[in-house]
Every structure is written in structure tokens, then in C-alpha cells.
């Protein structure tokens, strides 16, 4: 009863997905809430993050809740940590490394990586950082109404640019433990490439932050198609 609609975006998958949501979703006793939508190119994780918000902003909700998908965290964690006063919250967050969090097949070595990572983060912002992308979250939509995420940029980062801007502006977050399973073997050479485009990013925050969030990095326009769940055709908007 606290979901008004689900909203599926298939970033221009190869694998079928579309096929399977429908699937899933034509069995569904609440059909009616799902709507699917495709987008008309590839704008990455940080693109579909925008094309989520925007939508969200223009028909009126007051609340976004944004989950991967790629099945690392388990969305179900979200209802556990629902109460209604967190609605009153700006954003909340799951976080990997909470006391009751739990992690399967997540290494030592990525571990100290990733909370290294979040320290980082607490100190160049001298907030008390928990989590910067786990990809389970709530977030209060009235504290975006005037679109600043559409300057982000659009791939993994698009995360941490959320994370510096909700820091800066005081936005009141809150944590809650969450199920994660490790099950894709990123390479080594893609773990320095993200440290460095990381370390990048806090270097350009710490010197002018306000130049960090004003400048366009990423895509401001785009467009998706609604797909009919009965003959898998839409229409653009």
C-alpha cells in the first residue's frame, strides 16, 4: 500500500530483459501499478538514474525509491526499514557496512577498499558518511525540484556526485543495514580506473565544489519509449 507505481527502465538490454519483465509483470495481481519503459539509447547507470527522477518530478510523486538491477542488493531490506516518520527524511540510504548488514562473497580486500573509500568521503565533506552506492535507496523528491542531478555525470560516478551534493546541502540522510551479494568478479584493472576517477573527483571537490556541480558533465535531454506489455511496442516521449 505504500507503492503508488513501479517503474522498470531497460537501458537497451541484449539479454531479454524486456521480455521477462513483462512476463513477470503479466502475472502480476498488481499489473496496474508497473509500467515499463525502454530508453530510445544507452544512457548508462547515471542516465537511467535521470530519466527515473525526471519522471518521478513530472508526475507528481513525493517520493522516489530506486533499486539496481543487477540483484546485488535485496530491494526487501527497503520495506524492513520502512516506518513512517522516514518519509519526513530527505534520503535514506542502505548501507553494506552497517553492525547488522550482511555480505556474501564480498572480499577482505574490497571491503577495506570500499570503507576507505567512504572515509574519504566523510572527510573531504566532514560529514559522517556510512554508504556512497549501494543502489537501495528512498529519496524525498521536493529536494529536487530544481534538477541539479541532470549535470552529473552519467556513468558509475553519478553516485557520488549525489553523496557530495546531499553533504554540502544538508540534506538529512539516514542509513539502515542491508543484504548484499557479491557475485560479479570485477578486474583489476576496472578497480584502479574507478579509484582514480574517484580520487579525481574529490581532488576537483575540494578545490572548487561549487565549479564540480555547476559544470555539464552529462546528458540534460532524453527520451524512452512505454513498451506494451501485450506486443512489447511503445510510444516515444
Known sequence: NIVSQVLIIDNLSLDGTP????????????????LLI?????????????????????NRFTHLAICHGDDQADP??????????????????????????????????????NRGFTLLFSIVTRKRIKEIASGLYML?????????????????????FVTLYMAVNKFNVVYFPISWQE??????LKIIRQ????????????????????????????????????CQEGVTN
Not at 26 to 34: D, E, L, P, W
Not at 40 to 58: E, F, I, M, R
Not at 183 to 188: I, M, P
Not at 207 to 212: A, D, E, G, I
Open 19 to 34: 521480455n521477462a519483465v513483462a512476463q513477470h509483470i503479466n502475472q502480476s495481481k498488481n499489473r496496474s501499478k508497473y
Open 183 to 188: 557475485e560479479d568478479q570485477v578486474s583489476n
Open 140 to 160: 524525498r523528491l521536493d529536494k529536487f525540484q530544481n534538477r541539479f542531478f541532470l549535470k552529473f555525470r552519467d556513468d558509475l560516478t553519478f553516485d557520488y
Open 76 to 113: 526487501n531490506d527497503l520495506y524492513l526499514a520502512y516506518k513512517p516518520e522516514i518519509v519526513e527524511c530527505d534520503c535514506v540510504m542502505g548501507a553494506r557496512f552497517l553492525p547488522d548488514s550482511k555480505r556474501k562473497g564480498y572480499s577482505i580486500i574490497k571491503m577495506l577498499g
Open 38 to 58: 525502454q530508453n530510445s539509447k544507452n544512457y548508462n547507470l547515471g542516465g537511467s538514474y535521470k530519466v527515473a527522477l525526471t519522471y518521478a518530478l513530472d
Open 195 to 230: 579509484t582514480w576517477t574517484m580520487i579525481s573527483i574529490l581532488y576537483k571537490f575540494c578545490t572548487n565544489k561549487q565549479k564540480l556541480f555547476d559544470k555539464a558533465h552529462g546528458i540534460d535531454q532524453f527520451s524512452y519509449q512505454v513498451v506494451d506489455l501485450d
